[in-house]
């Protein structure tokens, strides 16, 4: 009986996170607000839009908004490669993909490695960022994504499909 107790215990303290990376900074977010991750397919720009929704792809018949997360982290924008992905999820019952460089891998990390961001983290605003965890040769940003977007940019996103 401890030792159920001692593994949900562990998996309170665990984070498991898709980790990511735009130019040089590594991302993480939560895997359960992943649905699926997919290679780079035909976007369709929609006019009038904002500078960081890239457009719309149809998902298995569902019209999928997609931003630029590097744009909409304030980065400059970059030309697609093979590793560039869309990283689809769900956000208050939306679904929409956000275009990232490359994905890494599937982390568990303990929340024991994590620490509350500073002000300003690489240039991107904090308040999208929940904590930085420390992992033995690198930091891994791990992002809010329920914030990055505010309540408007959120009904333009979700105006677009």
Known sequence: MADLEETK???????????????EEEFGVDI????????MSQITKVPNTPDFIEGVINLRGRIVPVIDLRVKLGMTRKEHGKDTRIVVVELKGKTMGFIVDEVNE?????KDITEAPPDIVGGVNSEYITSIGKLDDRLLILLDLEKILSFSEFNLVEATA
């Open 9 to 23: 215990k562990d998996q309170k303290s665990l984070l498991q996170l898709v980790s990511f990376k735009i130019g």
């Open 32 to 39: 359960l607000s992943v649905q699926e991750i997919n290679r």
């Open 106 to 110: 599937v982390l568990r990390i303990s």
